[in-house]
C-alpha cells in the first residue's frame, strides 16, 4: 500500500507492484482505478496541442499589455524627442512605446529576410 494523496479521495491506494492489494479490492473499486488511469493516459495524449499554445500566448499578451498600459499611464510628461530632421514632443511612454515597436519590425524583417534564404535554398536542393 502506498500512502494517500491528500489531493484525492479518501479511499484505499493500492500499489500496483503487489498485486495481492488488487485482488483484495472490489470490482467497482478496480473499476474506478482503471479508468482514472484511462483519463490520465488521454489527458497526457492532450497536453500540448496548437490551441492551448495560442491561448497561452494570448494570455501572456495579454498580461505584457496590461503592464505596457500601466507604464504609459505613469509616464505622461512629454519630452521633446530628436531624429535627424524631425522633432516631436511626446509622453515618454508613448515614444519608448514606438521605439519598442520599431524594433520589433527590424527584427521581423530579418527573419523574414533569412526564411526567404532559406525557402530559396530549400528550393534548390529539391532541384
Known amino acids: 500500500m502506498t500512502t494517500p494523496d491528500p489531493g484525492q479521495p479518501?479511499?484505499?491506494?493500492?500499489?500496483p507492484v503487489d498485486p495481492a492489494g488488487v485482488e483484495g479490492m472490489d470490482?467497482?473499486?478496480?473499476?474506478l482505478l482503471a479508468e482514472r488511469d484511462n483519463l490520465r493516459t488521454q489527458v497526457k495524449k492532450v497536453e500540448h496541442t496548437r490551441a492551448r499554445a495560442t491561448f497561452f500566448g494570448l494570455v501572456i499578451g495579454?498580461?505584457?499589455t496590461i503592464l505596457l498600459l500601466v507604464f504609459i499611464?505613469?509616464?505622461m510628461e512629454s519630452q521633446r524627442i530628436e531624429l535627424l530632421f524631425w522633432e516631436v514632443n511626446l509622453p515618454l511612454g508613448v515614444s519608448l512605446l514606438?521605439?519598442?515597436?520599431?524594433?520589433?519590425l527590424i527584427?521581423?524583417?530579418?527573419?523574414g529576410v533569412r526564411m526567404?534564404?532559406?525557402s530559396r535554398a530549400l528550393r534548390k536542393a529539391k532541384k
Open 98 to 104: 514606438i521605439a519598442a515597436i520599431a524594433g520589433a
Open 73 to 75: 499611464l505613469q509616464n
Open 62 to 64: 495579454a498580461i505584457i
Open 10 to 15: 479518501e479511499f484505499e491506494r493500492v500499489d
Open 107 to 111: 527584427v521581423a524583417l530579418a527573419g
Open 116 to 118: 526567404v534564404q532559406m
Open 27 to 31: 470490482s467497482e473499486h478496480k473499476a
